[in-house]
């Protein structure tokens, strides 16, 4: 995946597809893609979060985020070249697919 700044065309029609399906959709807020995920309790948002840091890692492209007890709120841009990428919406929508599949829970 190529690390080129998106047009806001193209940003516009990849929030369209990842928003497909989303019970809460993501949103651009300060030129980033954002999120705010709310799970049961703080395992479930840990649990989250140690999914998604692997997928990150494995992606060399890694998230802001902060955790507060069972939320997790999630900004995506790719700082080196200034704005959003196809990298970001791949780890939105692979954050996406981890917040739905919840075998995080226990």
């Given at each position: 995946m190529h690390r080129v700044k998106l047009d806001d065309h193209a940003i516009a029609t990849s929030l369209?597809?990842?928003n497909t399906g989303a019970d809460v959709p993501w949103t651009i807020e300060?030129?980033?893609l954002h999120k705010t995920f709310q799970f049961r309790n703080f395992s479930e948002a840990f649990g989250f979060m140690t999914r998604a840091?692997?997928?990150a890692e494995s992606m060399d492209h890694h998230?802001?985020?902060?955790n507060v007890y069972k939320t997790v709120r999630v900004d995506?841009?790719?700082h080196d070249v200034g704005g959003l990428t196809e990298l970001d919406f791949e780890l939105a929508t692979r954050?996406?697919?981890i917040s739905r599949d919840r075998i995080f829970e226990h």
């Open positions: 369209q597809s990842l300060g030129g980033k840091a692997l997928e998230p802001e985020w902060f995506l841009a790719t954050m996406e697919a």
